[in-house]
Nanobody, 126 residues
Framework: QVQLVESGGGLVQAGGSLRLSCAAS????????MGWFRQAPGKERDFVAY???????????HYADSVRGRFTISRDNAKNTVYLQMNNLKPEDTAVYYC????????????????WGQGTQVTVSS
């Protein structure tokens, strides 16, 4: 079992930045694809980004079109933690952000992820 705990959410003005953290416990996440998803009120939980299993190159990342160029996902396997750096935030980024882990290759569909955190709220004011 993998337990995931997100932190770093909050209220920020449009154009600002936040860094979300996802601390894992129970197992090392170096062999897991790690993803971030978000869910706005009344909407589906949507893919934001994933980073592949750690390699000597640090893992490859993939982003949703809506965040590409503004968000950066990274992982620190020594700390068993995944991060989501969010820059140039927009009001439409307002959502609860969830960290997730899956064994195996990279996937963007939430149904493929095995473990989830409880989420952290991000609110961007205009």
């Amino acid at each position: 079992q993998v337990q995931l705990v997100e932190s770093g959410g909050g209220l920020v003005q449009a154009g600002g930045s936040l860094r979300l953290s996802c601390a894992a416990s129970g197992r090392t996440i170096s062999s897991y694809t790690m993803g971030w998803f978000r869910q706005a009120p009344g909407k589906e939980r949507d893919f934001v980004a994933y980073i592949s299993v750690f390699s000597v190159y640090g893992g490859s990342a993939h982003y949703a079109d809506s965040v590409r160029g503004r968000f950066t996902i990274s992982r620190d396997n020594a700390k068993n933690t995944v991060y989501l750096q969010m820059n140039n935030l927009k009001p439409e980024d307002t959502a609860v952000y969830y960290c997730a882990a899956r064994e195996g290759g990279t996937r963007a569909d939430k149904e493929s992820y095995d473990y989830w955190g409880q989420g952290t709220q991000v609110t961007v004011s205009s």
